[in-house]
């Protein structure tokens, strides 16, 4: 009887361990679960930084202290719009087109005069 009862305090005390593994276990899985959220929440706030700082860059204002080119503010501003909307077509000079309300033709010719390509994003 006493060694029946050592048996079963041995078996108590591997269950007890077994369900402590097991706890244990799950809490982990659960906290690398969170550690995996966080580390995508972060890259998704890095890619708007970034974008944002690319817009900080566009934004930077010429330096009146000595003439300011109108064409070539106009030009830069023609330029970063359109490798914005082909950034966000994916490439696409007729999606680009139509979100910026212009004929292909014109985006094409505008591309070739800016030397841009599909490959040129923000």
């Known amino acids: ?22 706890h244990g276990r799950r ?25 944002g700082l690319e817009t ?5 204002q010429p330096v009146f202290d000595d003439e300011v080119d109108f064409h070539a503010e106009v030009e830069r501003f023609e330029m970063w719009l359109i ?5 966000r077509t994916g490439g696409s000079q007729n999606e680009t087109a139509r979100l910026l309300r212009m004929r ?8 070739k005069s800016f030397r841009l390509g599909p490959w040129d994003s923000p």
Do not use: C, N
């Open 1 to 22: 009887m006493a060694q029946r009862q050592q048996q079963l305090k041995s078996v108590t005390g591997d269950l007890e361990f077994a369900r402590r593994e097991i």
């Open 27 to 51: 809490a982990l899985h659960e906290r690398i679960t969170e550690l995996v959220e966080l580390a995508s929440d972060l890259t998704k706030s890095i890619s708007k930084l970034s974008s």
């Open 56 to 60: 900080l860059r566009y934004l930077e």
């Open 83 to 87: 490798k914005r909307a082909l950034k």
């Open 104 to 111: 292909p033709t014109t985006l094409s010719s505008k591309l």
